[in-house]
């Protein structure tokens, strides 16, 4: 994602992006919300089960907080979309290790995959916005990014105690890769880096 130089008044993005990248943040917080609130039962492990439900309620106000702040954006509040199908199908693959034998991979997904790069991309948002008249935005993007900070090193705690073999570790390397790759066909949660490529590609 582009940055900002603080020198200047002119920000990156205009209030119609930020609000249309913020209803992009709040379905993925959303879709990780309900995601984990229905693995809760599926997921044998008494720790895993905990903390899925701590960060189910987390998620949970950064979706309202995110839905929030459309109003104020001059969009519709308690919005949700996502960028493009892909990014659709993307979490639809997260979601569907249901079994009772897929906790390694759905802590990889959360914790490997989608909430480090919704740390990177609240971080470089946070970084481009403009602090003259996004404020809000700016402090609510880095209180999502300490607690998916917080999110990341308890999820990889509990992860590392089921990474206990060398076929385990090859489940959880196989599915981040398969998951990677999904993502950055989509072009990220924002669809951004997939824009930037057609740009290039029309240059």
């Known amino acids: 994602m582009a940055f900002y130089d603080r020198r200047t008044l002119d920000g990156v993005y205009s209030v119609r992006q930020s609000a249309r990248y913020v ?36 998620c ?9 702040r459309l109003g104020e954006l001059r969009s519709q ?12 199908g993307f ?12 906790t390694i991979e759905r802590l990889v997904g959360i914790h490997r995959v989608l909430k480090p790069h919704l740390i990177t991309h609240y971080s470089a948002h946070v970084a481009a916005a403009n602090p003259i008249y996004e404020p809000p935005t700016l402090r609510i993007l880095a ?22 073999s060398a076929e385990a ?19 990220g949660v924002t669809g951004f880096e997939e824009a930037a490529e057609q740009k290039i590609g029309r240059s």
């Not at 599926?42 to 960060?55: F, G, I, N, S, Y």
């Not at 509040?77 to 659709?88: D, F, G, I, T």
């Not at 300490?146 to 590392?160: A, M, P, S, Y």
């Open 169 to 187: 570790h090859r489940r959880a390397a196989h599915w981040q890769s398969h998951l990677e790759e999904l993502l950055a066909a989509a072009g």
């Open 60 to 68: 949970a106000l950064h979706t309202d907080a995110l839905g929030k």
């Open 91 to 102: 979490f639809n693959e997260i979601e569907d290790k249901e079994e009772w034998e897929d």
């Open 143 to 164: 209180h999502l990014v300490d607690d998916e900070k917080r999110h990341v090193e308890r999820g990889l705690v509990v992860l590392e105690d089921l990474l206990d």
């Open 23 to 58: 209803m992009n943040y709040r379905y993925a917080e959303e879709r990780m919300m309900r995601m984990m609130a229905g693995w809760i039962a599926l997921t044998p492990q008494l720790p895993v089960k905990l903390e899925m439900a701590r960060q189910v309620y987390e």
């Open 77 to 88: 509040a308690q919005v949700s979309r996502p960028a493009n199908e892909a990014v659709v």
